[in-house]
């Protein structure tokens, strides 16, 4: 399995450098938006969609979302959506303490997660779309990106080597407090460093950014949890199977999901 995940990351890894950084914004979102139409369909299936013409109405509507927001693209539209998908996150942590919550499957808790996916994955396409279309915006982009990896990698060793306390047994019993602890720890070594090589040298600014990096990561893990969480109640492993060894596109993006719209904003706050 670890030989099987490693090669996939082979093969995405230069993909998505690529994605973010050489194409024009406009190219660059409609990427996005075809990717998270993808993801769509998977949470579809986690709100309770069982049949594909459900799942493919699901799909329909996110498609006209996304492009929706593709031909207005203004400024200030992006702002407010990326600013909602901050809000939705700050309330999900409230979802998050109760496990049982709209876990029946019934058509109202299946709209109630439906639209929960909205402000999952619509806000991620606007603060996507917010920083790379700034100045030197595909490497903030990328940055954004690097700040998730290398949190899920140090959350990784240094929950394997130190994690004895869990942090949400129910929700995802692999998951200690020592891993958030070094999610947080390189998380926001990896954000200073982007952001001295990207020209940000006033002072205020570095602990500025640097502050944002820990509430992205703690953000990320929250993102992380609810996909869990949504998963749980479904009761299937992975959102898909389209990765091999990594599952599928809701499970390789869902602190992407909630990352992206916490840091687009701060970045927005601290004026970068």
């Known amino acids: ?32 938006a075809i990717v998270f139409v993808g993801a769509a369909w998977e949470w579809s299936l986690l709100a309770g969609c069982r049949t594909p013409v459900g799942r493919g109405i699901v799909a329909g ?24 998908g901050v809000a939705w996150w700050i309330g999900c942590c409230f979802w998050l303490r109760h496990f049982s ?14 639209g929960a996916g909205a402000f999952v994955i619509v806000p991620t396409l606007a603060a996507a779309i917010l920083m790379h279309s700034g100045e030197r ?3 903030w982009t990328l940055l954004s990106l690097v700040i998730v990896w290398f949190a899920d990698t140090g959350a ?23 891993g ?33 990096g820990v509430v992205t990561v703690a953000i990320a893990v929250v993102g992380d949890l609810f996909e869990s969480l949504m998963k749980r109640h479904a009761e299937v492993k992975d959102s898909g199977d ?13 602190s992407v999901f909630a990352a992206l ?11 970068l």
Do not use: C
């Open 242 to 254: 389209l990765f091999p060894g990594h599952g599928g596109l809701l499970d390789r993006l869902d």
């Open 180 to 212: 958030v602890y070094g999610a947080i720890v390189a998380g926001s070594l990896v954000t200073l460093l982007g952001g001295f090589l990207l020209g940000v040298r006033e002072g205020w600014q570095l602990v500025g950014l640097a502050a944002l």
């Open 101 to 114: 919550f709209a876990a029946a499957p019934n058509a109202e808790n299946r709209m109630l997660k439906l």
């Open 137 to 139: 915006g595909n490497w």
């Open 1 to 32: 399995m670890l030989k099987q995940r490693i090669t996939t990351a082979a093969i995405l890894i230069p993909l998505v450098l690529a994605l973010i950084l050489l194409p024009p914004t406009g190219f660059f979102a409609a990427l996005v």
């Open 156 to 178: 990784y060793f240094s929950g394997r080597y130190f994690g004895r306390r869990k942090l949400a047994p129910r929700i995802s019993p692999g998951k200690t407090w020592a």
């Open 261 to 271: 719209p916490v840091f687009a904003a701060g970045k927005l706050l601290l004026g």
């Open 61 to 84: 509507v996110a498609a006209a979302m996304f492009v929706a927001l593709l031909i207005v693209r203004t400024p200030g539209l992006l702002t407010v959506v990326t600013l909602a």
